[in-house]
């Protein structure tokens, strides 16, 4: 469960990005963003796992509450939170393998050589995300030798490899054509449906989001436009969001 507790975020103390956001997530939604460029998305997303510091209010995963943590716990807890970009934020000259191995770098205390870090069991989780996005043949392939929506799923396998309850993903599909985004989002879905894992994502595309979310916000300045069911939401509101 994700609770945020009267969220918001003033930038260069100026800037009311999030304005006042409250907001409960159970485990295993998957809850599409939406909104106006500039209504908040990515500052609403960031702070659920401090990327950026909210200015007010209280975040809750499951029991702990984010803003009481120091540097430890609050490793400890991010290994549970994974954030995926829109530029995918990979090592572009890295393999595939040790791009996804990065996301078991929350597991390690000691700072060895990079694969020094890692065991058996950590090439095994490895395998088993890349396998799970499809991509097991690109093991060993260079991540610039790779398309746009297959940079897209070793994002994806990487961020499985932190085992994460909840996945936080900032446009992930805005990059990409429309047919590779399909296909990155019916991995999200995937993950989502097979790991129990929550989805909370930002889309710009409206039709994507009705596709493939349970649940929809609409920001607007910072603030919750609707927050519904996906089959509640009507073309009325949706004009009204975008107008
Ligand atoms: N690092 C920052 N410093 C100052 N202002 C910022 C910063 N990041 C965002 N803002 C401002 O905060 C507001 C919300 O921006 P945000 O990026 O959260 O919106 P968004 O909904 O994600 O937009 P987009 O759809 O274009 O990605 C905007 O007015 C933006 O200019
Ligand atoms: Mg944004």
């Known amino acids: 469960m994700v609770k945020l507790e009267n969220i918001s975020v003033l930038y260069n103390q100026k800037t009311l990005a999030v304005d006042d956001i ?21 500052s609403l997303l ?3 796992n401090l990327l950026v510091k909210p200015s007010k209010g209280r975040i809750y995963v499951d029991e702990t509450d ?4 120091k540097d430890n716990s609050l490793r400890q807890i991010r290994r549970e939170i994974g954030f995926i970009f829109q530029d995918y934020n990979l090592v572009e000259r890295s393999s595939v393998l040790e791009n996804v191995l990065v996301g078991r770098l929350g597991y390690k205390s000691s700072l060895k050589s990079f694969f020094g870090l890692f065991d058996n069991n950590d090439y095994k ?6 396998e799970q996005v499809g991509l097991k043949e690109k093991t060993f392939v260079r991540a610039d030798q790779l398309s746009g929506g297959q940079k897209q799923r070793v994002a994806i396998a990487k961020t499985l490899c932190q085992n994460p309850k909840i996945i936080l993903a900032d446009e992930p599909v805005s990059s990409l054509d429309a047919s590779s985004a399909q296909i990155v989002m019916d991995y999200f879905k995937m993950i ?6 929550t989805i909370m994502i930002n889309l710009h595309d409206v039709n994507l989001a009705k596709k493939y979310c349970s649940r ?6 910072g603030r919750i436009f609707f927050d519904e ?13 975008y107008q």
């Open 22 to 42: 409250s907001l409960k997530v159970e485990q295993g939604e998957f809850l599409g963003i939406i909104g106006l460029s500039g209504s908040g998305k990515s």
């Open 46 to 48: 960031k702070t659920i």
């Open 66 to 69: 984010l803003t009481k943590l």
């Open 125 to 130: 989780i490895a395998t088993e995300a890349l």
């Open 192 to 197: 989502n449906e097979k790991r129990k894992i």
């Open 216 to 221: 929809i916000i609409a920001l607007k300045n």
């Open 229 to 241: 069911k996906v089959g509640d939401v009507d073309d009325q509101q949706l004009q009204e969001l």
